[in-house]
């Protein structure tokens, strides 16, 4: 039964959403990419709405039916075919009324297996693609015959963009600046190592009374700089969110003063390198909505640049849907933990071979530790951490890892405040 209810949702919906971007004619940013979609469209709402009426994708609604739900401003239902049945309802009134409307939608454009961003290109044509970065791993590739493949589904939102558009590029990334003139739209670029239209430098961590507090860069473009700081968050993926959301606002004439205030009052996504207040002094970085090869190795450069009286601790779990990589990039991480990290924690099977190798590489035997699941891993560490620690934890979303961070977070009951995946839904899972 639910095999066929959700093809049935999701044609609904879709039918729904394209008639009410025919109605009221929004914007439309899309962005894709296999690393940085959910940080960059966070940071593109943030400047946007200090201009115009602004709507961007919940969470991550990447997907065939997450899509149409922030077109139609409705939630995920779940299983429940009340709550999916009041959506429909919601969005035909949406069609009929006439309520206000965002003037901007911000939305995030992913795929699992091939086929998911071309079958959402035959309806859904944006003013603005953004196209974040690509991985030599990329995430889901094991449903993809190779990499070139996964870059070839994600490009289907730069062909169907309108031609008065703009593509804004990551020029850091060769795959992504590969779509640099493949079509005659007007295009900008963004980077910290190339001669781009927004340039980042002298990125760096950012401390408030000697505790970590986020992350500050300059920007510049047409012969300004100005000073950016985001709060909360740390790692080079919110430097290059940043950019691409300056690039953004810049495509549509807002000064780059505005600019920074949007950017100012950006709330990091919940699960992607978020600082959280842990137990007995300790700073966690929550990176536990997902992971993959790339996301793990900027994970640990992150780690490694803080500075701590305390020990630099990896908690890592699995990294999912790597298929025949899996092996490999799990070895490759544990080289780069050996490198980065004082103590690491290993939650999985497919984990082993980063503990294994990480010892391989220099790691003292005694400083790693190896759990099935991720509760027994915050366990242990709430006897292990001590005061000054630094946190880093990791894993693919069907490990569960903000299940450790809820361990070892100073305040348990901001849970559903601060952490990923506290739904009822995924709460019985």
Not at 239 to 247: G, K, N, Q, S, W
Not at 298 to 317: N, P, Y
Not at 380 to 389: K, W
Request: aromatic share 6%.
């Amino acid at each position: 039964m639910k095999s066929i209810f959700k093809p049935v949702i999701a044609t609904l919906l879709r039918w729904e959403a394209k008639a009410i971007l025919k109605k009221y004619n929004p914007k439309i940013v899309a962005v894709t990419g296999s690393v940085g979609k959910t940080s960059t469209k966070d940071a593109i709402f943030s400047v946007l709405s200090k201009e115009y009426p602004v709507r961007r994708s919940e969470k991550s609604f990447n997907s065939d039916i997450g899509i149409p739900l922030t077109i139609l401003g409705c939630q995920n239902a779940w299983s429940n075919p009340i709550s999916w049945l009041k959506n429909l309802i919601q969005g035909f009134e949406m069609i009929i009324s006439t309520r206000p409307y965002p003037e901007w939608l911000v939305l995030e454009v992913g795929a699992d297996r091939p086929g998911d961003i071309k079958s959402v290109s035959e309806w859904l044509k944006p003013d603005i693609t953004v196209l974040t970065k690509f991985a030599k791993t990329p995430v889901h590739i094991e449903f993809f015959k190779n990499r070139e493949e996964v870059i070839k589904e994600k490009g289907y939102m730069v062909d169907v963009l309108k031609h008065d558009g703009v593509l804004i590029l990551n020029a850091d990334d060769d795959d992504a600046y590969s779509f640099k003139g493949k079509h005659n739209h007007k295009t900008m670029t963004y980077g910290v190592n190339s001669e781009v239209d927004v340039h980042g430098s002298y990125a760096e961590l950012y401390y408030e009374n000697n505790h970590l507090a986020g992350m500050q860069f300059k920007v510049e473009h047409a012969g300004s700089t100005v000073p950016f700081i985001v709060k909360d968050t740390v790692g080079q993926q919110i430097v290059y969110a940043a950019l691409a959301a300056i690039t953004v606002g810049l495509s549509q004439n807002i000064n780059l003063i505005k600019i920074s205030e949007g950017i100012s009052s950006l709330v990091s996504p919940l699960g992607r390198m978020k600082l959280i207040s842990g137990v007995k002094g300790t700073m966690l970085i929550d990176d536990t909505y997902n992971s993959s090869p790339v996301a793990v190795h900027s994970a640990l450069d992150a780690l490694s640049e803080v500075k701590t009286v305390g020990r630099r601790i990896a908690v890592l779990g699995d990294m999912m849907e790597l298929g025949k990589h899996s092996v490999e990039e799990h070895k490759v991480v544990g080289e780069a933990v050996a490198k980065s990290a004082d103590i690491l924690v290993t939650v999985g099977i497919r984990s082993r071979q980063t503990a294994e190798s990480a010892m391989d590489n220099g790691l003292s035997e005694k400083n790693i530790f190896q759990f099935e699941n991720s509760v027994e891993a915050g366990d242990f560490l709430q006897n292990l951490i001590n005061d000054g620690d630094v946190i880093l934890i990791k894993g693919s979303q069907s490990v569960r890892m903000e299940r450790c961070v809820e361990e070892l977070m100073l305040e348990p009951n901001k849970a559903k405040e601060l952490l990923v995946r506290q739904e009822e839904e995924w709460k019985k899972r």
